[in-house]
């Protein structure tokens, strides 16, 4: 029912002699929605932590993590929860209904969690320090900014949802990115965070679709080919951008020393590589 992959941290450098299989065994995330199994990926990125929950026709339940050190996931530990796909139940410290783009941040200590209902529940974890309240967070609460133009095939909403200007937490930043009908670059020009990791996971794409997920050092770039609800992980020495062959939504997650979402650092044009 529950399978956790570690995935060692890897220097700028070594990353840069990576063939394609390599990237990918190393920062591509996928099948972690299986049904009737939760899947974790405990990265050694400021100890961030991804994955996915399918529970089909049964109830999972989340609780010892062996790699955490701790009884339970939540001890010294918060999570951001995105419900993907048909409606489901989150059990923690309340019982929250969730449905498609919602997101649940659970602070740490709010106990075991459990999963049911319809469709795939994907999962972010950070160590914390203070305990927050959990908090059902729906788009329509979330703060958002336009950005990018049809010109540049760009124009897209940013969604922030466990963001300083909405809630109060730990480490953990959380949003939601939507590119609009004929756009399909996001985050470009690029930009790094040497103080923050970040995790993508994309969603809403056609069976068919695929995004070039970009990444490496500014000046000696890479990508990966992702398909729906496949994601990335991206240390803080790499540009993360991306690129489709059709206009798609992306989940993205902080972790690190800040949770200021402006703090980063612009990559020009004339850099990349």
């Known amino acids: 029912m529950l399978n956790i992959e570690i995935r060692h941290a890897i220097d700028p450098v070594t990353a840069s002699t990576f063939d394609t299989s390599e990237l990918r065994e190393h920062f591509h995330v ?10 974790l990926i405990y990265t050694h990125y400021d100890r961030m932590m991804v994955g996915g929950a399918c529970p089909g026709d049964s109830t999972l339940e989340l609780d010892h993590v ?57 999962i972010i974890s950070a160590p914390a320090h203070q305990t927050y309240p959990s908090r059902l967070i729906k788009i329509a609460e979330a703060a958002n900014v336009t950005l ?6 760009n ?13 109060k937490s730990c480490q953990l930043v959380v949003g939601m990115t939507k590119l609009q009908k004929g756009s399909v670059w ?29 990444m490496g050092e500014p000046d000696e770039t890479r990508h990966m080919v992702l398909k ?14 991306g690129a489709g062959t059709s206009n798609y939504a992306f989940i993205w997650a902080m972790a690190g020393d800040n949770v200021d979402y402006k703090d980063v650092e612009m990559v020009s044009m004339e850099t990349i590589k």
């Open 30 to 39: 996928s099948d972690i929605f299986v049904p009737g199994e939760i899947n």
């Open 66 to 122: 062996a790699p955490c050190g701790t009884a339970s996931v939540l001890d010294r530990r918060e999570m951001t929860i995105v419900k993907l796909g048909g409606p489901g139940k989150v059990t923690c410290d309340a019982e929250y209904d969730m449905v498609h783009g919602d997101m649940l941040y659970l602070g740490m200590g709010a106990g075991k969690i459990t999963f049911s209902g319809e469709g795939r529940f994907y």
């Open 148 to 153: 990018g133009s049809s010109e540049n095939c």
């Open 155 to 167: 124009e897209r909403t940013i969604y922030q949802f466990v963001h300083p200007d909405v809630m």
């Open 186 to 214: 996001n985050t470009m020009p690029a930009h790094v965070h040497d103080r923050r990791m970040e995790a993508y996971l994309y969603i809403d794409l056609d069976e068919d679709a695929r995004v070039f997920h970009m």
């Open 228 to 241: 729906n609800e496949e994601g990335a992980i991206s240390p803080s020495w790499s540009i993360h951008s």
